[in-house]
C-alpha cells in the first residue's frame, strides 16, 4: 500500500492568509527549514490507479494540482479521477470544506460517522454533491471494513474507525457557551488504522486527538506507522503568540510536549514510525532550525511534509 501526506498543514494551513506572526512570515519569504504546507489530508492506494482521500481540506485543488496521482490519467475519459472515496475523520471546515472543490458530477464514495454525515446532511451546501452520484455511508465503529468506490467497486484499502476523544466542530460550539469545553468521546472524531491484503503491519491516521487514554494505548501498542496529530507543541501556544485566546485542549488538540503531551504519552510502545500531522502555523516544529525540532527528532518523531510518501 502507497500512502501520500498531501497536506500535513492544520486548519489555516501554513502560512495562514491572514498570519503575521513569525513562522508564517519565514514561511513566505521561504526562510531556509521552513516549508510552507496546506491543510489536513493524506491519500492510500493499493494499486497506484485508485486512491482514497482521508479527509477533504480546503486546498484540494492544489494538493490534486501537486499530486499527479490524483489528476484523470491521460487515456481516461473526458471526466474521471483517481480519486474513488473520501473518509472523513470529523467534520472540520479542514477536513469537510474541499468536498465542495470535487462538485461536477464525478462519482465517488463518502466515508463518514454517523454524527459527521448528519452534519453534512445539514448544511444544504453538500448538496452540490448528489448523493445519487455521491454515496454517503456510514462508518461501522471498530470493524474492519473494505472501502469500495460510487459503484461498490473495493478499492483494497480496508479500514478499521475508532473514536478518540475529541470535540466536535468549532462551528456547531454553540456562541451561548463559549467557555464549555465541548468535550466529545462519541465519534464526533475518529482515528483509523488503514491497511490492505497485502500490507505489512497497521498504520494509524489520527489528525485530531484530545487525549491519549489506555485503551488508544493499546490499540497503537505495536503500529507500524502512526500518523498523529501535531497541532501544537505547547497547549498554550497560540496565548504566548499572542494570536488566539484557545489552548490546545480547548480545541481538542494534545500538546506535543510535556507530561500529557503526545511524545511522553506514545513514548514506551513499540512503533514503528512516529509522524506528526495538521500541523498548526504557531508550532515551532515547522522551522527546522528550532530546538522544538530538534527535541522531537530526538524523541524518534518525524515532522510532516506535504509530499512526503511511505509504503507498507
Ligand atoms: C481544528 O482542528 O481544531 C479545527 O480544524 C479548527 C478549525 O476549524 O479551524
Ligand atoms: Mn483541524
Not at 75 to 81: H, I, K
Not at 119 to 137: G, Q
Not at 188 to 197: F, P, Q
Given at each position: 500500500m502507497r500512502l501520500k501526506i498531501i497536506g500535513s498543514a492544520a486548519g489555516g494551513g501554513f502560512p495562514q492568509w491572514n498570519c503575521n506572526y513569525r513562522l508564517s512570515r519565514a514561511a513566505r519569504t521561504g526562510m531556509a527549514g521552513v516549508h510552507s504546507r496546506t491543510q489536513s489530508s493524506i491519500a492510500a492506494s493499493v494499486d497506484g490507479a485508485g486512491w482514497v482521500l482521508f479527509n477533504a481540506s480546503p486546498d484540494i485543488r492544489q494538493?490534486?494540482?501537486?499530486?499527479?496521482?490524483?489528476?484523470?490519467?491521460?487515456?481516461?475519459?473526458?471526466?474521471?479521477?483517481?480519486?474513488?472515496?473520501?473518509?472523513l475523520t470529523n467534520a472540520d471546515v479542514d477536513h469537510v470544506a474541499g468536498l465542495l472543490s470535487l462538485r461536477e458530477r464525478q462519482p465517488f464514495a463518502i466515508y463518514a460517522t454517523t454524527q459527521v454525515l448528519?452534519?453534512?446532511?445539514?448544511?444544504?451546501?453538500?448538496?452540490?454533491?448528489?448523493?445519487?452520484?455521491?454515496?454517503?455511508?456510514?462508518?461501522?465503529?471498530?470493524?474492519?471494513?473494505?472501502?469500495?468506490?460510487?459503484?461498490?467497486?473495493?478499492?483494497g484499502v480496508t479500514v478499521e474507525s475508532f473514536a478518540v476523544p475529541g470535540k466536535i466542530a468549532l462551528y456547531l460550539e454553540e456562541r451561548s457557551r463559549p467557555d464549555a469545553n465541548f468535550r466529545s468521546d462519541a465519534g464526533?472524531?475518529?482515528?483509523?488504522?488503514?491497511?490492505?491484503?497485502g500490507s505489512r503491519?497497521?498504520?494509524?491516521?489520527?489528525?485530531?486527538?484530545?487525549?491519549?487514554d489506555a485503551a488508544l494505548r493499546t490499540r497503537l501498542a505495536d503500529a507500524a506507522c502512526v500518523l498523529f496529530d501535531g497541532t501544537v507543541y505547547t497547549d498554550d501556544e497560540m496565548i504566548a503568540a499572542g494570536v488566539g485566546q484557545k489552548t490546545g485542549a480547548r480545541m481538542g488538540h494534545l500538546a506535543m510536549s510535556g507530561d500529557d503531551g503526545s511524545i511522553a504519552g506514545l513514548a514506551e510502545l513499540r512503533i514503528g514510525r512516529r509522524v506528526f500531522v495538521h500541523i498548526n502555523n504557531t508550532n515551532p516544529v515547522l522551522d527546522e532550525n528550532s530546538a522544538e525540532h530538534a527535541a522531537v527528532k530526538a524523541a524518534g518523531w518525524e515532522v510532516a511534509r506535504d509530499g512526503m510518501e511511505m509504503e507498507f
Open positions: 494538493q490534486i494540482a501537486q499530486t499527479p496521482e490524483l489528476q484523470p490519467a491521460q487515456d481516461a475519459p473526458l471526466r474521471s479521477t483517481p480519486i474513488r472515496a473520501v473518509l448528519a452534519t453534512l446532511e445539514a448544511n444544504s451546501i453538500f448538496n452540490v454533491l448528489d448523493p445519487a452520484l455521491v454515496p454517503r455511508r456510514t462508518l461501522p465503529p471498530a470493524e474492519e471494513l473494505a472501502i469500495c468506490d460510487a459503484d461498490g467497486l473495493n478499492t464526533d472524531t475518529i482515528g483509523v488504522r488503514i491497511g490492505s491484503a503491519g497497521s498504520v494509524f491516521y489520527i489528525p485530531g486527538c484530545a487525549r491519549i
